[in-house]
Nanobody
Framework: QVQLVESGGGLVQAGGSLRLSCAAS????????MGWFRQAPGKEREFVAG????????FYADSVTGRFTISRDNAKNTVDLQMNSLKPEDTAVYYC??????????????????WGQGTQVTVSS
């Protein structure tokens, strides 16, 4: 049974930092793209960052470029999201996602087959 479990969410003041981590179990994702998405209250879930299987290919939503960094450790089967200079508009539930097939990542939610349960990030002003 494949599971993705996020951790690291919490409450932080604007300008602060948090590091989210996603641990995968049940199979290796070392040959598959992974990503982070988020959903704010009353809004649709949106893409945040994606990373290729090797970790050499990363891309970000415009709203987080320069502030967030995605990385992965294939030996540990984990993917992290370092979030700096947080803003109140970053408040959301953050989800980790993984592709069943395909080494690249994608901005499209439909490209991902496995999802975590989400972790809450709240940024106070």
């Amino acid at each position: 049974q494949v599971q993705l479990v996020e951790s690291g969410g919490g409450l932080v003041q604007a300008g602060g930092s948090l590091r989210l981590s996603c641990a995968a179990s049940g199979r290796s994702f070392s040959t598959n793209g992974m990503g982070w998405f988020r959903q704010a209250p009353g809004k649709e879930r949106e893409f945040v960052a994606g990373i290729s299987s090797s970790g050499t290919g990363t891309f970000y939503a415009d709203s987080v470029t320069g502030r967030f960094t995605i990385s992965r450790d294939n030996a540990k089967n984990t993917v992290d999201l370092q979030m700096n200079s947080l803003k109140p508009e970053d408040t959301a539930v953050y989800y980790c996602a993984a592709r069943r097939l395909g080494a690249g990542s994608s901005m499209r939610q439909i490209s991902y087959d496995y999802w975590g349960q989400g972790t809450q990030v709240t940024v106070s002003s």
